[in-house]
């Protein structure tokens, strides 16, 4: 009979093997951990006051400029496929977009989130957004570029299907912006690295 050499290897006369059979029956397959990368852009945004109602317009706002929509927010949705919740392990993941435009002129800072929504809701629902996690620095305008730490690797790991923007932790006009949605050439994009017994 062919020996298992660790969790991850057989030799059998000598050589490592991909599989064993016994006759015709495969009775072992080696398991590899192997590491993938997916990336995308976002396949839908929504806008929201801070009522939680949705605001219908062309960008991604951010924080709070006046009493009309409060504290606002929004949520990118990407097609993150279950691979990458089932994965055992998330590495890391990058998260662009293109900030159009920040009250301070010399740009300032954007609360970034998750969220589990897999299409655009009507209202926001903050028992499903993952509010606040970290702020990252906002141009006027610029690409807000950055590789998201741990707790962001949790969510995803945990389900998440996108990131959410906002609110701002007050009603300071220091962390009101807004950046280009999925209908604008500068598209968010996400990219995910991660591991797979396969």
Do not use: C
Not at 110 to 138: C, F, K, M
């Amino acid at each position: 009979m062919p020996l298992l050499n660790g969790a991850d290897s057989l030799y059998i006369g000598g050589q490592a093997a991909d599989r064993a059979y016994l006759g015709s029956t495969l009775v072992w397959e080696r398991i590899r951990l192997v590491e993938k990368t997916w990336s995308g852009y976002g396949a839908w945004t929504g806008t929201y006051g801070s009522d939680g109602e949705r605001r219908n317009d062309s960008y991604a706002y951010y924080g709070y400029y006046s009493s009309t929509w409060g504290n606002q927010r929004s949520l990118v949705g990407f097609d993150v496929p279950n691979e990458v919740k089932n994965a055992d392990s998330i590495t890391s993941i990058r998260f662009k977009i293109y900030n159009r435009h920040h009250y301070l002129n010399s740009g300032g800072r954007i609360y970034l989130g998750t969220h589990d929504y897999s299409s655009r809701p009507g209202t926001w629902d903050g028992s499903r957004v993952d509010e606040q996690i970290n702020d990252y620095a906002a141009p006027k305008p610029g690409w807000v570029d950055e590789t998201l730490g741990s707790n962001f690797r949790d969510a995803f790991k945990a389900g998440a299907k996108g990131i959410a923007l906002g609110p701002g932790p007050s009603n300071s006009q220091s962390y009101y912006g807004y950046a280009d949605d999925h209908t604008q050439a500068n598209k968010p994009w996400l990219k995910i690295v991660y591991k797979v017994w396969e």
